[in-house]
């Protein structure tokens, strides 16, 4: 009889089409075995307000800590744990070295971290190369969170307002929350990577864990993403997706079976599994919620007074409302051309479409953005379009276009309340 090996196994079961997820390169299914659980996620027993303390830990100690409410729809708060930098973590140590050579490949890149995967409890992940942003979702830069405990829109699912309709949007690993203590920060650092950012596709991932409906924790990679929020960039990011539920459906009889297993924002169907994975999935209540005891803790974790150039660069991402209204508007990767019709009706859908548009062009073509946003200024139809095209138009410093469009537009709104008055008159001030 052969003896069990004590050391993890982290084995691919298949790769994932993600033609259907924009924000998604490249994923695999995995699954781990004789894993340490040194990074988990764990949570109590609900409160008689339904609510539960959680944390992601690392090596019993929180790296995220969070107070989170039973109702999907309803946000929870979160707070910084221990520096990452202070787990005294060899296997985290070991997949940073590796996964800062150029990327070559999701089967590559789960050897390289796969220090990291042994980490993780026995159980079926995903390992997922996005396109995460380097912001919280409330317009934050993601490196200047507050320590204490705060709510945060990115922690639950998105009721989103089209027309005179509600949609709910599921979250995607879209946000990232930091683990490293601000102290850590090199500027040198930041520079070296923005040198490499040329290269996207072989630039050097960040590694993140995702744990609640829009957000990621950062493992690696805090320098990584400060290059990429000066240079207006999403973030090359590994993120490990935990299993998050079941869906069910009608069979040929119309009976109600097991469909789709879902991993956040990706799902695969049942018959992906065996029926040994089938089995831990249908027990993932269990496995998921380890409930133990969870006693919060104060951190200074973030402490620096960032650059405003730090600072601004989160106005250049979606917070999660704007990023909901751009995948049920299906408008997170269009063709500029799909614009000009909006432009001759620029109210209603349009307006939220337009809206959406320069979003994504501030993080994919800035001249397009600017351009788009001039033209949507000009048309001074829609209260919402028109804040949107201000704020981006503020973010091109010194340009003598805007420059003139905003004096004009002072010397003719005699509104001392109005909101796009208030940003023109601050364009000077930096």
Not at 167 to 192: C, L, M, W
Not at 239 to 260: A, F, H, N
Not at 335 to 364: C, F, M, P
Request: charged content about 25%.
């Amino acid at each position: 009889m052969f003896k069990k090996t004590e050391f993890p196994i982290i084995e691919i079961c298949r790769g994932i089409d993600t033609t259907p997820y924009f924000w998604c390169n490249e994923a695999v299914l995995l699954e781990v075995k004789n894993g340490k659980g040194a990074l988990r996620w764990i949570c109590q027993e609900f409160d008689a307000d339904y609510k539960a303390q959680s944390a992601l830990m690392l090596n019993d100690k929180p790296i995220l800590q969070a107070s989170q409410p039973g109702c999907p729809t309803c946000e929870g708060l979160l707070a910084t744990g221990y520096g990452i930098e202070n787990m005294d973590c060899s296997e985290l140590r070991e997949a940073a070295d590796k996964i800062n050579a150029p990327y070559a490949g999701i089967n590559q890149a789960v050897s390289a971290i796969s220090p990291i995967l042994g980490l993780l409890q026995d159980g079926m992940y995903v390992l997922a190369d996005c396109d995460v942003f380097p912001t919280d979702g409330d317009g934050r830069f993601f490196w200047n969170v507050p320590n204490e405990l705060t709510l945060y829109s990115a922690t639950s699912c998105c009721a989103t307002h089209i027309d005179d309709d509600f949609e709910h949007v599921n979250g995607i690993p879209a946000y990232i929350y930091p683990s490293q203590n601000t102290d850590k920060f090199d500027t040198g650092r930041v520079k070296y990577y923005q040198g490499l950012l040329s290269d996207r596709q072989r630039f050097p991932r960040a590694i993140a864990y995702h744990c609640q409906e829009f957000y990621s924790v950062l493992l690696d990679g805090h320098h990584k993403s400060a290059a990429c929020a000066l240079n207006g960039e999403t973030v090359p990011a590994l993120v490990i997706i935990p299993l998050t539920g079941i869906s069910y459906g009608p069979d040929v009889l119309m009976k109600t079976v097991e469909d789709k297993i879902n991993f956040s924002g990706i799902e695969l169907p049942v018959s992906f599994f065996t029926g040994r994975q089938m089995d831990y999935i249908r027990n993932i209540g269990d496995l998921r919620r380890c409930l133990e005891s969870v006693s919060f803790s104060e951190n200074a974790l973030i402490s620096r007074d960032w650059e405003s150039e730090y600072l601004m660069s989160a106005l250049k991402y979606p917070n999660v409302k704007e990023l909901s209204e751009e995948i049920v508007l299906e408008t997170a990767q269009i063709h500029y051309s799909d614009a000009e019709k909006w432009l001759e009706d620029a109210v209603g859908v349009n307006a939220q479409k337009l809206k959406s548009v320069i979003r994504y062009y501030l993080r994919t073509d800035e001249q397009k953005a600017m351009t788009l946003a001039m033209r949507c200024a000009k048309l001074n139809v829609d209260a919402d379009l028109m804040k949107t095209a201000f704020q981006t138009l503020a973010l091109f410093r010194d340009n003598a276009d805007i420059e003139r469009f905003f004096i004009d537009w002072l010397v003719n709104d005699d509104d001392s309340h109005s909101v796009l008055r208030k940003i023109a008159g601050n364009y000077w001030n930096g």
